[in-house]
């Protein structure tokens, strides 16, 4: 139970409002005017207030600026007769924890109120993390303690400097570009360009002058001649991420540039000579691919000079904290929410219990959007994503006895509706896309450019989804239960 302050300048809301939060055993104190309402808010120090928008003398915008001045932990709930999307707006952007419009709905006062309360109380409690010092918090999110991460970081010591030829493998999402950024900064090379090539972004041809450019009327649509990648970084580094969905010509024109540091544009007949660090990023299992004849094994053999695994960050729970820490702190300055103080022990534990199929940047994006939606100085569990909730994550697909998921649509969305989900369209969009993808791949037998070519995506959105839903791509398309 808690105690409920009620601002509003018509008696009979203050009556119905006080009437029913009474009866759900609560303390409720009523004011009609602005002033009174802020000398409550000092001298009682209400859980929770519910504030009239348009008040005689003063709007309730400017009262909840003040209200925060004595308290940024109070939740503030704002009510008003009108609907105006302009005001709901402001409020909300002014850190509001909701906005209800009259006439009033009893049960769904109740509940909001119930929410509130709790999180003021979950706010009340000293952050289990706190933000980052904001000079912590300015480079890449490169960190970590595990002693998984630490031998990534004395693997880029060993070969930073080294001419070689570096293979970073490791699941989407996981954060290969920052290894490769720390090889290049730590190089004899970091004065000179650093550039990344998507190769599951860019078609074949595309993908051949995006690398060597190409002669002007080379091919329809060639008006200029291009500088490809490996001439602008003459003298630097290449990141080639996603190496394992390049076609077989342009995997013979790397090999040839890997090993003579020479190539001619597409279209071209003039020999360029060229000198370029290589280093190669890829989350798919090239030896298989090798042994499937999809990617040439003299190139694996010229890539694999050094080859450091990142791990996924299920498998590196410990560095959760100190990347939470980091990621929050910049995104609170970025997002111009700088009051943000920490994480309540509530919210770190779904954090810590969440296995994070999407790695780092699937930690970013929670991160920011729980960041866009806090009400309040403390992270709580209200503000945190649905899935990261127990009681509305998806259930798990099992296979069938052919080893695709099950797509029983009337099972699943009855299902889904029993454990009361907020969130069931993303939910079943997902459950018929697991399908789709897996049983496009088993008709395909793992070729993904083919895959994307029939369901009409990028390779890059294949790929994504392929780790996302945790397809074992092989001989044998299968789910992972």
Not at 151 to 158: C, I, N, P, Q
Not at 182 to 203: E, G, K
Not at 220 to 248: P, W, Y
Not at 390 to 403: H, L
Request: net charge negative; with cysteine.
């Amino acid at each position: 139970m808690g105690t409920v302050l009620v601002v509003d300048d018509d008696r009979a809301v203050l009556h119905m409002v006080g009437k029913l939060l009474r009866q759900a055993g609560h303390t409720v104190l009523t004011e009609l005017t602005a002033e009174d309402g802020l000398a409550r808010v000092r001298d009682s120090r209400p859980d929770v207030v519910l504030l009239d928008i348009v008040l005689p003398g003063e709007t309730g915008l400017e009262v909840f600026r003040r209200i925060q001045a004595v308290d940024r932990r109070l939740p503030v709930v704002f009510i008003t007769a009108g609907a105006g999307s302009e005001t709901a707006i402001e409020a909300m952007q002014l850190g509001a924890y909701d906005y209800v419009a009259k006439p009033l709905d009893a049960e769904t006062l109740r509940a909001l109120v119930e929410h509130a309360l709790e999180t003021r109380r979950m706010m009340n409690v000293p952050v289990a993390l706190p933000t980052a010092d904001p000079s912590d918090s300015a480079g890449d999110v490169f960190v970590g303690r595990s002693p998984e991460m630490l031998e990534v970081f004395k693997s880029v010591g060993r070969v930073a400097r080294q001419n070689v030829a570096v293979l970073i493998r490791g699941e989407s999402g996981a954060g290969k570009e920052l290894v490769a950024r720390a090889l290049y900064q730590h190089s004899n090379r970091h004065d000179a360009p650093f550039m990344v090539v998507n190769c599951a972004a860019l078609p074949d041809n595309l993908l051949e002058s995006e690398l060597f450019g190409h002669e002007k009327g080379s091919f329809t649509g060639a008006e200029h001649r291009r500088i490809g990648k490996f001439e602008q970084c003459n003298g630097g580094t290449l990141l080639l991420d996603e190496v394992g969905d390049m076609s077989a010509l342009v995997q013979g024109k790397v090999l040839r540039l890997l090993q003579e540091q020479r190539f001619e544009r597409v279209g071209g007949n003039e020999t360029i000579q060229t000198d370029v660090r290589m280093i190669a990023a890829t989350n798919r299992d090239l030896e298989t691919m090798v042994a499937d004849g999809r990617f040439r094994p003299d190139l694996f053999y010229r890539l694999n000079g050094v080859t450091i695994t990142l791990p996924p960050l299920r498998d590196r729970k410990e560095d959760l904290p100190l990347l939470l820490r980091h990621i929050l702190s910049r995104a609170a300055r970025e997002l111009g929410k700088t009051g943000i103080e920490g994480i309540s022990p509530e919210a770190l534990e779904l954090l810590m219990q969440y296995d994070w199929p999407g790695n780092v940047r699937e930690l970013q994006s929670v991160v920011r959007q729980f960041v866009l939606k806090a009400a309040g100085p403390v992270i709580v569990p209200e503000f945190l994503p649905a899935e990261l909730h127990s009681e509305v994550r998806p259930a798990p697909q099992v296979p069938g006895q052919d080893g695709l998921p099950d797509c029983d649509l009337r099972h699943f969305v009855d299902q889904r509706l029993k454990t009361a989900t907020t969130d069931l369209y993303s939910e079943t969009l997902e459950m018929m896309e697991r399908f789709l993808l897996t049983r496009v791949l088993r008709e395909t037998d793992g070729n993904q450019s083919r895959a994307a070519e029939i369901l009409g995506i990028t390779r890059g959105k294949v790929r994504d989804r392929i780790a996302s839903f945790r397809i074992a791509v092989d001989k044998n398309v299968s789910i992972d239960p």
